[in-house]
Nanobody, 125 residues
Framework: QVQLVESGGGLVQAGDSLRLSCAAF????????MGWFRQAPGKDREFVAQ????????YYADDVKGRFTISKDNAKNKMFLQMNALKPEDTAVYSC??????????????????WGQGTQVTVSS
């Protein structure tokens, strides 16, 4: 069993930065990829970014491209999301997820097998 734990959320002002972390615990961790999703109140969960575990290929949602950077530390089984130039519309619960295989579309949350509990990010205007 794999457990994912997020940290780093908080309350910031528009234009500020935050860095989220996701730590993986449990059995030998060898995901195909890991991703970040977010869910704002009253909205569906949406894809934010993904990084493949072996070769570090990244994908981003259009509205975070150029502002957010996903990265990883394989040795520590950790993934990060550096969020710059935050906007009020970035306010959401951010969750990390792990994908076991290349199957499934990376933007779909159904493609991911393991999920963290989420961390709240609130951006005030």
């Amino acid at each position: 069993q794999v457990q994912l734990v997020e940290s780093g959320g908080g309350l910031v002002q528009a234009g500020d930065s935050l860095r989220l972390s996701c730590a993986a615990f449990g059995r030998t961790f060898r995901p195909y990829a890991m991703g970040w999703f977010r869910q704002a109140p009253g909205k569906d969960r949406e894809f934010v970014a993904q990084i493949t575990w072996t070769d570090g290929i990244t994908y981003y949602a259009d509205d975070v491209k150029g502002r957010f950077t996903i990265s990883k530390d394989n040795a520590k089984n950790k993934m990060f999301l550096q969020m710059n130039a935050l906007k009020p519309e970035d306010t959401a619960v951010y969750s990390c997820a792990a994908k076991d295989s290349s199957g499934g579309f990376y933007r779909e949350d159904s493609a991911y097998s393991y999920w963290g509990q989420g961390t709240q990010v609130t951006v005030s205007s």
